[in-house]
């Protein structure tokens, strides 16, 4: 069974740092591409970025290019989101998912529970 486990959010003030993680299982891991998604209070679940099984290709939504940064920690097992100058709109449960580096729900095939990211203005 596939498991993903996210944990690194929490509250914070707009232009701070958060960095979260997403564990996997080895299998996992090593087979497929990840990423990350996000959903704010009424709002439909949206792309972040994701990044590729190799970890040489990555992709952002324009609204966190240059902020937020995917990586992946091979010893651990864990994808990684660094997030940078979050502003108060970055609020949203972060979600985790494997399978693909594309852009909507349905390329995904593995979910974790998600993670709060609150950001206070």
């Known amino acids: 069974q596939v498991q993903l486990v996210e944990s690194g959010g929490g509250l914070v003030q707009a232009g701070d740092s958060l960095r979260l993680s997403c564990a996997a299982s080895a299998r996992t891991f090593r087979d497929h591409p990840m990423g990350w998604f996000r959903q704010g209070p009424g709002k439909e679940r949206e792309f972040v970025a994701a990044?590729?099984?190799?970890?040489?290709?990555?992709r952002y939504v324009d609204s966190v290019k240059g902020r937020f940064t995917i990586s992946r920690d091979k010893a651990k097992n864990t994808v990684l989101l660094q997030m940078n100058s979050l502003k108060p709109e970055d609020t949203a449960v972060y979600y985790c998912a494997a399978g693909s580096v594309g852009t909507t729900t349905q390329e995904y095939s593995y979910w974790g529970q998600g993670t709060q990211v609150t950001v206070s203005p």
């Open positions: 990044i590729s099984d190799s970890g040489a290709y990555t």
